[in-house]
């Protein structure tokens, strides 16, 4: 066996079934496999070398549910023991009733006092089965019910840079347009301020989903905002 | 090889040469990913919605997914106007089309889940299972689904023991020659054909010679199919 | 249907504003292109926004309606196509589908678009049939509107087809073009609230109280109308509601012409 070699780069766009390396020089990470003396993509991503071993970080899909994660979901379902919720996934999450509140819930209460069809609400993942039942809590900081605002669905896998370090970008948009904004890992997002704030908000959004792998991203979106708002910012943090 | 009474294609297109193709992913805004396909006239929108909850439950497997494919022809895509509503034909074509693509679709990492495959023709002169496969695939990879590989699909033909690419609607409907019309549909890293039907006459030599013709022109397919892609996430 | 977001899109547009930024009175950006199917005897597609409508006519040869034995025929048809919008399923069209062909189809009949006299071959017995159908690529709202700017395109587009013993030679276009007198231009006006807005995206008819479609001629006389939504409407309301129709069909007609003329 030959040494083995790249047959693309670190960072570039790989679809699946392309190859990746060749010979055993490298090891099938996330989202490839080997084939004999190949390694292929089998999502499409963002090509990751990370020493011996390649993996893509995928770039599109629906969210795959993650404990920990803060998301937005839907209440499509009111059940006796809770509620369902709609979470941009292809499953759906339980809100159990003791994780509703932190106010005890009798027996037979109505549960449309606390969240009705339709209602979003900002809940955390408590468990994640290998069965992908995806049990949610909504008692926590910052975990509830929204009221008011919009919500826009994004790519899921952009989230961590409209997000942006610490938070930088989306703070940079909240301080421009005065929006209160909660972006969730699933790709759903709630934007809350003045009409015309809220719609330079949401461009500024569409704008990073777009161009997530431009360089200078910051500068660019604080340019926007700056010649949309009329206002001058000061960015505190580079990304 | 015989010589074969068909010696020269409309337009001085090569016999191993495929009409033009045009390819663009993400062409429909709402679905989850999405493609256009079009080869000579024939063209086909794909959308792909899910991996999403599957309903009847009964349906659902907790061991796997589920590939659900739908083709359909719009009512002005043929000749003659396309009753709407599924027909045997559309029936059987969306169940091929299924088959042609669930050997690169790792499924198992959707249990309980569907995923929908819409097709749609627009325009059609001959073609237009390929056209659709070669559409629902991109769509799929579009959607980030996990899958070994995308599938290439095209038609080889035989008029008069003369090995043909791509026929279109005119060499479909030669009358004074035998045309035989094989679709086929492969993956390109294995070589696998995922797809093969035939109607018309050819003989058992001529069929496996026609498959090798065949696996160039998928493969530059393929190419074109990662092409469009990439084209879309590069911004 | 979310209360919230019904709130939502009202106190924007009470400070005159859309969730797109657009103005009340404003169409999102509109591209009409003909001849995109050559399958077609005529054909048309509709860009507006995130709205994409394909509209495509076929030609066939048919008997006459008993009661109109000198009249060709004119059907369109219209599905929710479900690779459009994630909210469709497949099966036999939705009442929304039905209103859709139905409401473009009423403007087309009604407005004497199609010089129907022009279309028999022989009294009583053969007819030119026009079949239209438009279906929408990519839904994000308006498809009424949209869908019959491009059911007018596609029958401007349209060429009839050689006959061979009675019966249509598809494929054999010749160089004569539909009987077509008129155009008449749909225009969707939509009340949310105490507000009346044109070209309606998804989330805003989703959440709109009543709307009421115009089918405005040349000349502004109206020639087919239908009412929707569960709000009533007051006679004031219909008043400004068919102002704004007229005003809107203006332009809308400027740029049917535009893209024709090309």
């Known amino acids: 066996m030959t040494d083995g070699k790249l047959v693309v780069k670190d960072k570039d766009i790989v679809v699946p079934g392309e190859v990746l390396a060749k010979g055993m020089n490298f090891l099938p990470g996330h989202g490839t496999y080997r084939n004999n003396d190949e390694i292929i993509a089998n999502r499409l991503g963002l090509l990751t070398v990370d020493g011996k071993v390649l993996k893509t970080v995928p770039l599109a899909g629906r969210y795959l549910p993650k404990k920990n994660d803060t998301i937005i979901g839907r209440v499509m379902d009111i059940l006796m023991s809770g509620w369902r919720l709609d979470i941009n996934s292809a499953y759906p999450a339980v809100l159990p009733l003791k994780d509703a ?7 037979g209460a109505d549960l449309t006092k606390y969240f009705e069809l339709d209602d ?18 909504c008692k926590g900081q910052g975990l509830h019910k929204l009221r008011g605002g919009r919500i826009i669905q994004v790519n899921t896998h952009k989230v961590p840079r409209i997000i942006g370090k610490k938070g930088s970008m989306v703070s940079l948009i909240k301080k421009a347009t005065g929006c209160k904004i909660i972006v969730g890992q699933n790709g759903t997002a709630w934007i809350s301020g003045e009409p015309e704030m809220e719609v330079i908000a949401v461009n500024a959004i569409k704008m990073i989903e777009e161009q997530s792998h431009v360089s200078g991203l910051t500068d660019k979106v604080k340019d926007f905002l700056e010649k949309a708002t009329g206002k001058k910012l000061e960015v505190s943090e580079k990304e | 090889m015989m010589s074969s009474k068909y010696n020269k294609r409309a337009n001085n297109r090569g016999f191993e040469e495929s009409r ?30 899910g991996p999403r909850e599957l309903h009847p439950k009964h349906l659902q497997d907790p061991k796997t997914g589920v590939l ?19 027909s045997r034909r559309s029936k059987e074509i969306s169940m091929v089309t299924e088959k042609a693509l669930l050997p690169v679709v790792n499924l198992e990492d959707y249990p309980n889940a569907v995923v929908d495959v819409f097709i749609e023709l627009t325009e059609t002169d001959a073609g237009s299972r390929c056209a659709g496969i070669c559409a629902a695939s991109m769509a799929l990879a579009d959607a980030g689904i996990t899958m070994k590989d995308m599938v290439s699909s095209v038609s080889v033909g035989v008029i008069d023991h003369q090995i043909v690419v791509d026929l279109d609607g005119e060499e479909e409907h030669i009358t004074d020659m035998d045309v035989a019309d094989i679709p086929l549909a492969m993956v390109p890293s294995t070589e696998e054909i995922t797809l093969l039907q035939m109607d018309g006459k050819v003989g058992k030599e001529e069929l496996l010679k026609a498959l090798e013709v065949a696996k160039p022109v998928l493969k530059r397919i393929a190419e074109l199919q990662r092409k469009a892609l990439k084209e879309k996430y590069k911004g | 249907m979310n209360q919230d977001l019904k ?16 103005k009340k009175e404003e169409f999102r950006k509109i591209e009409i292109q003909t001849g995109v199917v050559a399958t077609a005897e005529g054909s048309a597609r509709v860009k507006c926004g995130d709205t994409e409508v394909i509209a495509g006519i076929k030609l066939d040869i048919g008997e ?41 189809d009423r403007g087309i009949r009604e407005g004497k678009a199609i010089d129907t006299k022009n279309l028999c071959i022989k009294k009583g017995e053969l007819v030119w049939m026009i079949l239209i159908d438009v279906l929408p690529i990519n839904h994000d709202g308006n ?77 502004g006389t109206l020639c087919a109308l239908q009412k929707a939504g569960n709000a009533s409407l007051s006679v004031k309301d219909i008043n400004e509601m068919i102002d704004l129709a007229l005003k809107k069909s203006q332009e809308i007609r400027k740029k049917l012409e535009e893209a024709l003329a090309k």
Do not use: W
């Open chain 2, 68 to 86: 659900r494919c739908n083709y359909n022809m719009l009512p002005f895509s043929a000749e003659e106007r396309v009753r709407p509503g599924p």
């Open chain 1, 120 to 137: 979003y609400v900002v809940v955390k993942i408590t468990n994640v089965t290998s069965q992908n039942l995806v049990d949610v809590t």
């Open chain 3, 143 to 219: 498809l009424i509107d949209l869908g019959g700017i491009a059911a007018l395109a596609a029958l401007k587009d349209a060429k009839m087809v050689e006959v061979k013993d009675n019966k249509p030679v598809f494929g054999k276009k010749t160089k004569q073009s539909l009987p077509i007198l008129s155009m008449p231009v749909p225009v969707t006006v939509v009340k949310i609230g105490d507000n009346l807005i044109v070209d309606p995206t998804d989330a805003e008819e989703k959440v709109l109280d009543a709307r009421l479609t115009v089918s405005v001629l040349e000349d």
């Open chain 3, 7 to 22: 709130t939502h899109i009202n106190d924007a547009l009470k400070k005159g504003i859309r969730l797109d930024g657009r």
């Open chain 1, 101 to 107: 509140t932190f106010s005890y819930i009798a027996k």
């Open chain 2, 20 to 49: 033009p193709i045009e390819a663009r992913a993400g062409v429909i805004k709402k679905a989850d990913g999405s493609a256009m396909f079009r080869i000579g006239k024939t063209t086909a929108y794909a959308a792909v919605y």
């Open chain 3, 64 to 104: 006459p309606y008993l009661d109109s034995p000198e009249d060709g025929v004119m059907i369109v048809g219209s599905e929710m196509l479900p690779l459009s919008n994630p909210e469709f399923e497949g099966g036999p069209p939705r009442i929304d589908a039905i209103e859709v062909a139905r409401v473009i």
